[in-house]
């Protein structure tokens, strides 16, 4: 019994060690992350989530997360198909504490509004409302809703007509950010559109629009993995203010990351893993990025290399990376969206068949 004991100790500690900190390599500035396997709580109700498709943190850093219920299997829903214990679908949108429990959830069709098609992207704005975007084939719409999930404001209608030059509708719309001072959202639109678009935060009306080095969009069948093309790829997966002012806009296709002033101006462009060339997919190797406290480096999701790349903002230069394909805690499987909390701490979602988020706890 004592032999059984030690050999299920050493084989937890061997476990948790592998899946925390043999997955990091070169961080800068003596710092170090790792993962956190025990700070998801479970979740209540016999729920489960489906693909992660966003994440974002709150300004009381609460994680909030929208899912895809309809990418569960059927045997992953065995207590709403009356077949077993467990489990059933949560709702779309969920509130997590910092200790990883769910205070609340909510989503999904209701009266006055279009639900998406297929869920996508969170932006939580500093006085609690909830943005949220789609990317299925007809989701053509932004939502907003209160914390509580009170609807407020949808720009856009669902259709199959789609154009990167439309100044009523978008185009399969990834993820937004907000600019407070200026009432203006930032749409990274998208995986059926080819640009970034403006828009009033408040009445949902149309202020302007650019596509990649700030020119006029245009839709048709471009090349892909070619950092130099004048258009951006598809999908233009997320749009992220930085607190210098400017605007970095993720070109997953295309490996790359272009930042620009708030009226579309093209300031520069960062290359990442450029030899990243899926061409079944087309995924490419910039999903998402967020900055440190300092704005000295970049942390940029990369779905296609499942790592999150260190990059140095003023360089462009990768110095370090975290993770790496696999199931174990602190690998990824198609890494979607990467979000980063007042501590430095990094959360990150996964689509696909992972379904699941990660906290990365930031060590000194």
Same mark, same amino acid.
């Given at each position: 019994?004592?032999?059984?004991?030690?050999?299920?100790?050493?084989?937890?500690?061997?476990?948790?060690?592998?899946?925390?900190?043999?997955?990091?390599?070169?961080? =800068?500035?003596?710092?170090?992350? !790792?993962?956190?396997?025990?700070?998801?709580?479970?979740?209540?109700?016999?729920?489960?989530?489906?693909?992660?498709?966003?994440?974002?943190?709150?300004?009381?850093?609460?994680?909030?997360?929208?899912?895809?219920?309809?990418?569960?299997?059927?045997?992953?829903?065995?207590?709403?198909?009356? *077949?077993?214990?467990?489990?059933?679908?949560?709702? =779309?949108?969920? !509130?997590?504490?910092?200790?990883?429990?769910?205070?609340?959830?909510?989503?999904?069709?209701?009266?006055?509004?279009?639900?998406? !098609?297929?869920?996508?992207?969170?932006?939580?704005?500093?006085?609690?409302?909830?943005?949220?975007?789609?990317?299925?084939?007809?989701?053509?719409?932004?939502?907003?809703?209160?914390?509580?999930?009170?609807?407020?404001?949808?720009?856009?209608? =669902?259709?199959?007509?789609?154009?990167?030059?439309?100044?009523?509708?978008?185009?399969?719309?990834?993820?937004?950010?907000?600019?407070?001072?200026?009432? !203006?959202?930032?749409?990274?639109?998208?995986?059926?559109?080819?640009?970034?678009?403006?828009?009033?935060?408040?009445?949902?009306?149309?202020?302007?629009?650019?596509?990649?080095?700030?020119?006029?969009?245009?839709?048709?069948?471009?090349?892909?993995?070619?950092?130099?093309?004048?258009?951006?790829? *598809?999908?233009?997966?997320?749009? &992220?203010?930085?607190?210098?002012?400017?605007?970095?806009?993720?070109?997953?296709?295309?490996?790359?990351?272009?930042?620009?002033?708030?009226?579309?101006?093209?300031?520069?462009?960062?290359?990442?893993?450029?030899?990243?060339?899926?061409?079944?997919?087309?995924?490419?190797?910039?999903?998402?990025?967020?900055?440190?406290?300092?704005?000295?480096?970049?942390?940029?999701?990369?779905?296609?290399?499942?790592?999150?790349?260190?990059?140095?903002?003023?360089?462009?230069?990768?110095?370090?990376?975290?993770? &790496?394909?696999?199931?174990?805690?602190?690998?990824?499987?198609?890494?979607? *969206?990467?979000?980063?909390?007042?501590?430095?701490?990094?959360?990150?979602?996964?689509?696909?068949?992972?379904?699941?988020?990660?906290?990365?706890?930031?060590?000194?």
């Amino acid at each position: 019994m004592k032999l059984l004991i030690f050999v299920c100790s050493l084989l937890l500690s061997i476990s948790q060690s592998y899946a925390t900190d043999t997955r990091i390599e070169g961080i =800068p500035g003596g710092q170090k992350f !790792e993962a956190n396997p025990f700070w998801l709580k479970p979740l209540p109700n016999q729920w489960i989530i489906g693909q992660v498709a966003g994440i974002a943190i709150d300004k009381n850093d609460h994680l909030w997360i929208v899912h895809r219920p309809n990418t569960l299997a059927p045997d992953e829903l065995g207590l709403a198909n009356k *077949n077993a214990k467990c489990c059933i679908a949560a709702p =779309p949108v969920i !509130e997590f504490d910092k200790n990883g429990k769910v205070l609340q959830a909510w989503g999904g069709p209701g009266q006055g509004y279009d639900w998406f !098609e297929n869920e996508h992207g969170i932006y939580i704005a500093p006085n609690g409302d909830v943005w949220l975007a789609g990317n299925g084939k007809s989701d053509r719409q932004l939502l907003k809703f209160t914390k509580d999930g009170k609807f407020l404001l949808q720009i856009g209608s =669902p259709g199959l007509e789609q154009s990167s030059n439309d100044t009523k509708n978008l185009g399969r719309p990834a993820h937004m950010d907000l600019d407070v001072a200026a009432n !203006e959202i930032f749409v990274a639109d998208g995986y059926q559109n080819r640009r970034v678009v403006v828009f009033d935060s408040n009445t949902g009306a149309y202020k302007r629009h650019w596509g990649a080095y700030g020119g006029k969009p245009a839709d048709g069948v471009f090349e892909r993995f070619n950092t130099k093309l004048e258009q951006f790829g *598809n999908p233009v997966h997320c749009a &992220r203010l930085l607190k210098n002012g400017q605007l970095a806009v993720c070109d997953r296709a295309q490996n790359r990351l272009q930042i620009f002033t708030k009226d579309g101006k093209f300031v520069r462009q960062l290359e990442i893993d450029v030899e990243t060339k899926d061409n079944k997919t087309g995924w490419g190797s910039v999903y998402d990025v967020v900055e440190d406290s300092r704005s000295q480096y970049f942390f940029i999701a990369d779905g296609s290399n499942n790592e999150i790349k260190i990059v140095d903002q003023k360089t462009g230069k990768t110095l370090g990376t975290i993770g &790496r394909s696999g199931r174990n805690a602190g690998d990824f499987h198609v890494l979607h *969206n990467i979000a980063i909390d007042s501590q430095g701490n990094l959360y990150t979602s996964e689509v696909d068949n992972a379904k699941r988020v990660q906290k990365f706890d930031r060590k000194k």
